[in-house]
């Protein structure tokens, strides 16, 4: 369902914050914008995002920053690093600090969506899993707790 689904884009560029903020709205996305570091880690301090689409080059932070900062607030949150400044050393880097996928801009509208559909299909797997495994365990102490009291009764 995509709308209770939350993204939030941080970009220094008020174009791509638009273009980005129009095209997933018109998915059905409810979309916040951030333009520093330091207000996108407060909105994610105060809001629940499934998905963040961060710049690398922002004017006060770099995307890295903000990206690892959003891996303490929120494990579950899905974060794409998009950037015009590509290279090996700051892919790398944001796949290492965290970062569940990496675009470089231009980034076309079909390429966006799909990329953002995919990583919330992830998550949406991964609460799954972690559903089951939840009502497993859940299920097993019940259990538990059944065979405890038939034995103290016996």
């Not at 690093?81 to 290279?87: D, E, I, L, Q």
Request: hydrophobic residues 40%; glycine residues 6%.
């Amino acid at each position: 369902m995509k709308i209770n689904k939350h993204i939030l884009v941080v970009d220094d560029d008020v174009a791509v914050l638009k273009s980005f903020k129009a095209l997933l709205e018109l998915r059905g996305y409810r979309v916040s914008t951030a333009k520093s570091g330091q207000e996108a880690v407060n909105k994610a301090c105060n809001n629940f995002y499934n998905l963040a689409l961060i710049d690398i080059k922002l004017p006060d932070v770099e995307g890295t920053e903000v990206l690892w900062e959003f891996c303490q607030i929120n494990k579950q949150m899905k974060k794409i690093m998009v950037t015009g400044y590509a290279s090996l050393d700051n892919s790398v880097e944001s796949l290492n600090l965290g970062a569940d996928g990496y675009l470089m801009k231009p980034v076309s509208p079909g390429r966006l969506l799909e990329f953002v559909e995919d990583k919330l299909a992830e998550q949406e797997r991964e609460i799954q899993h972690l559903e089951e495994i939840v009502g497993e365990l859940l299920a097993a102490q019940t259990n538990a707790g059944k065979n405890h009291d038939q034995d103290r009764w016996s």
